[in-house]
């Protein structure tokens, strides 16, 4: 397992940015494919998107964030970011990353690929 640590969430209006970061404390952390989900009042917990570390950094994406949300990664400081724009209302939820440290080869959208998770960051859409 790796130690996750995300930053950047907070209170913004419809229509705005956000910037999340997940820290990785493992040097190995360029290896590992890194997921964001988020969990948002009285939901389960939804995939939003993920980015691998090989084939150029491929990421994929659920349809609710589609086109407004993009995932990097700075293998150098051992970093992961989402980058959220246009933020609605139903945004709002605790936002995790979490990595597959093990390769476990379930399907990237499930939680169940992820055995590392960070302690969460919350961001508050306002209508």
């Not at 995939?47 to 084939?55: H, K, M, N």
């Not at 589609?66 to 989402?82: M, P, Q």
């Not at 379930?106 to 859409?125: E, I, K, M």
């Amino acid at each position: 397992q790796v130690q996750l640590v995300e930053s950047g969430g907070g209170l913004v209006q419809a229509g705005g940015s956000l910037r999340l970061s997940c820290a990785a404390s493992e040097r190995t952390f360029s290896r590992f494919r890194m997921g964001w989900f988020r969990r948002a009042p009285g939901k389960e917990r939804e995939f939003v998107g993920v980015i691998y570390w090989s084939g150029g950094g491929r990421t994929y994406y659920a349809d609710s964030v589609e086109g407004r949300f993009t995932i990097s990664r700075d293998n150098a400081k051992n970093t992961v970011y989402l980058q959220m724009n246009s933020l609605k209302p139903e945004d709002t939820a605790v936002y995790y990353c979490a990595a597959d440290t093990t390769y476990s080869g379930r399907y990237y959208s499930s939680s169940l690929a992820y055995d590392s998770w960070g302690q969460g960051t919350q961001v508050t859409v306002s209508s």
